[in-house]
């Protein structure tokens, strides 16, 4: 099951990211490599094996609905690149 | 509408859970607070923070769940759904994608005397995203502003089956749903607020055909009336299409409010591709038998409940029962009224014709107002007692919505007393017969409208203050002697 370069090109538009030929080859080898790789989990007879939910042995972790004040606006937006009247301020969407 | 074709709706709706803080982190939930005042590092997804999952909103998801006749879920999962958009800070909206909460539910509408079963695929928790602000609409703006205080707050999506034949059906589903959301005490549910949302998915198919038309989904819709107006418009859009041999694309439309139509947006070549995969910072939720069986000792009254009620004790007809249960501040109000004034019929007609009108030309809810059920009762013991006539009192009964004034107070300021006293009446008929010389001629040739000519002039030198039982009487005696 190896990638295509038109599929390797659709996960850069989804991922935001534009890349050469020469990446788009680059990142097509390394993750067909991964997928080789994940592919031997299928050698595995899981017939009878539930789908595993979680790794831990956890679950129910809860908090209880009570309010915990947060940072004030000026500490939030500190590390912003941009910012105007208390809001985070970014580029054109469309 | 064209016989031809058959209407599919099936509703997704967006529910704000009433919880005091978000989903996966302490920050509150109060509405209308000044931008980014309600956000910590986890709701604004900054690197190295966890989701703690909320117990209430769980909770709310069960009760919901229960309301909706679903299954509730022994093991419930969160996943993570992949997408870029500025009012989403991780990059990721965490969801419930493989092991939602609820599903399989249903419940029942009724439209024009016809009940029907609306499916309930399913109900799931996710985030809210935050709020964007553009500068102008959004594809003019140079740049957009980010409030992330909606971020992260606790959503319902309850994604119902495609069960809808109609624009009508569609508007009754989503009504029912939202009575039932507010009993369940689980949502403000109030549309104008963004805290109920809905979308549309809606196709059409040439009648018998059993496989689904293309179909088309219409955002943007937060009202009853966006709902109902924008499912027609689409159905006629789409009819016209086939009608012209033209191919119908899956795609998402935007309703445009000002102009009544909907606009294309986006088309299923650049549908999102989500990638969504279990969120490993989140434990399954368990749930046990006892927790849904606490949560369901904690129900109180539903919609359908309480409308039986209202048929089998109160006598009222089915009609009556369906517009009093569409909000529990409506139930409570009429409930409150009829333990002081067991005239179940006569109080309904109140609420369903003077104040539900006062509230629409008013744009209020119920509990907005500052009514109370037991001035209600206080006027219709001044009707029964004559001190002012039926008429009157819709006057006296704006005055209340107005100002919140007791009826006593208002008929006194306002001098509104009804007039019963025979002796003054008898003056002023006297009056009236002796200036109308003519009509009393046309009454004795039997014109029945001459009759009514009296009343109406009597009730205008009164300001219809005059008790109607009473003028009737003096004024036959009086024309019987001419």
């Known amino acids: ?94 | 509408m064209n016989r031809e074709y058959e209407t599919v709706v099936g509703l997704e709706v967006h529910v704000e859970l009433k919880t005091k803080t978000k989903i996966f982190c302490s920050c509150s939930t109060e509405f209308g607070a000044e931008p980014n005042t309600q956000v910590c590092p986890g709701c604004a997804g900054f690197p190295g923070t966890l989701p703690v999952l909320n117990r209430k909103a769980v909770e709310y998801a069960i009760k919901t769940g229960l309301a909706l006749n679903c299954e509730i879920a022994e093991v419930s999962k969160f996943d993570r759904k992949n997408y870029f958009y500025p009012d989403l800070p991780k990059a990721y909206q965490i969801s419930q994608y493989y092991m939602p909460i609820c599903k399989n539910g249903h419940l029942d509408i009724e439209v024009e005397e016809t009940k029907k079963r609306i499916g309930i695929t399913r109900a799931h928790l996710e985030e809210d995203a935050g709020k964007l602000v553009h500068q102008g609409t959004i594809t003019s703006t140079e740049y957009s502003l980010v409030d992330l205080n909606r971020g992260g707050m606790a959503l319902l999506e309850i994604v119902s089956e495609p069960d809808m034949r109609s624009a009508q059906e569609a508007r009754a589903y989503l009504e029912n749903l939202r009575a039932i959301l507010l009993f369940a005490g689980v949502s403000d549910c109030k549309m104008q607020e963004g805290s109920l949302r809905c979308d549309a998915n809606v196709s059409v198919r040439p009648r018998g055909q059993t496989e689904l038309g293309t179909r088309v989904e219409i955002k943007n819709l937060n009202s009853f009336r966006a709902l109902e107006k924008s499912i027609e418009y689409e159905v006629r859009r789409q009819i016209n299409a086939i009608e012209d041999g033209e191919e119908l694309i899956q795609e998402t439309r935007t309703w445009d409010e000002e102009k009544q139509v909907t606009r294309a947006m986006r088309t299923k070549e650049d549908a999102q591709d989500y990638r969504y995969f279990p969120d490993p910072d989140l434990a399954p939720v368990y749930i046990s038998q006892e927790w849904i069986a606490q949560v369901s000792e904690s129900m109180t009254e539903l919609p359908n409940q309480a409308r039986q009620r209202l048929v089998n004790d109160c006598g009222l007809p089915e009609y009556d029962a369906s517009i009093l249960t569409l909000t529990p501040a409506t139930l409570k109000f009429f409930d409150e009224a009829i333990t002081k004034y067991n005239q179940p019929k006569i109080v309904s007609n109140w609420i369903m014709g003077e104040l539900n009108r006062l509230l629409n030309v008013n744009n209020m809810e119920i509990e907005d107002s500052r009514l109370v059920a037991g001035d209600l009762v206080e006027l219709l013991k001044l009707i029964d007692a004559g001190t002012i006539s039926g008429k009157i009192a819709k006057t006296v009964f704006e005055e209340m919505f107005s100002t919140g004034k007791k009826p006593e107070e208002i008929i006194k300021e306002k001098g509104l007393l009804q007039i019963s006293d025979e002796d003054t009446l008898k003056g002023m008929i006297d009056e009236i017969v002796a200036a109308n010389p003519k009509v009393v001629e046309d009454y004795k040739n039997g014109k029945e409208k001459a009759f009514g000519f009296f009343v109406g002039q009597l009730m205008k030198a009164t300001r219809g203050q005059a008790n109607p039982a009473i003028v009737n009487k003096l004024l036959q005696e009086r024309l019987s002697r001419e």
């Open chain 1, 1 to 94: 099951m190896a990638l295509t370069s038109k599929e390797v090109e659709h996960l850069a538009i989804l991922s935001r990211l534009a890349l050469t030929d020469e990446e788009k080859a680059l990142f097509a080898g390394q993750m067909n490599d991964i997928l080789e790789f994940a592919d031997k989990f299928n050698q595995l007879d899981t017939d009878n094996v539930e789908p595993m939910v979680y790794v831990l042995p956890a679950n129910n972790v809860f908090r209880e609905d009570e309010v915990i004040p947060g940072p004030t606006r000026d500490e939030l937006l500190t590390n912003a690149s941009a910012v105007e009247e208390g809001y985070f301020k970014v580029p054109k969407i469309l």
